[in-house]
């Protein structure tokens, strides 16, 4: 099994930054494509960002595009999502997730769907302030 654990999210001004952390244990995920997620109040979980096993392929959502950056370190089995330039609107609770179907095999596509992924964690808080 693998477990998934978020962090760095927080209360931020709108222009301001902050980085996610998605660390692992169980299992190593270095082997997984990862991705990112986030549930405003009120609305659905929606995709953020994905990552391949090897860091190599990307893909964000047009809303973050330019502005976030997911990046891997699969030393330290953990994945991360910088956000730049936050928005109000960019409130939300962000989570990582892990598609081990996707793998050294099969990296592409990268999974985009909730019902792709395989692990979640358990979210973190970003409130970006007006």
């Known amino acids: 099994q693998v477990q998934l654990v978020e962090s760095g999210g927080g209360l931020v001004q709108a222009g301001g930054s902050l980085r996610l952390s998605c660390a692992a244990s169980?299992?190593?995920?270095?082997?997984?494509?990862m991705g990112w997620f986030r549930q405003a109040p009120g609305k659905v979980r929606e995709f953020v960002a994905a990552?391949?096993?090897?860091?190599?392929?990307?893909y964000y959502a047009d809303s973050v595009k330019g502005r976030f950056t997911i990046s891997r370190d699969n030393a330290k089995n953990t994945v991360y999502l910088q956000m730049n330039s936050l928005k109000p609107e960019d409130t939300a609770v962000y989570y990582c997730?892990?598609?081990?179907?996707?793998?050294?095999?099969?990296?592409?596509?990268?999974?985009?769907?909730?019902?792709?992924?395989?692990?979640w964690g358990q979210g973190t808080q970003v409130t970006v302030s007006s």
């Open positions: 997730a892990a598609d081990r179907n996707r793998d050294t095999v099969v990296a592409l596509p990268l999974p985009l769907q909730i019902w792709e992924y395989d692990y």
């Open positions: 169980g299992r190593t995920v270095s082997t997984y494509a």
């Open positions: 990552i391949s096993w090897s860091g190599r392929s990307t």
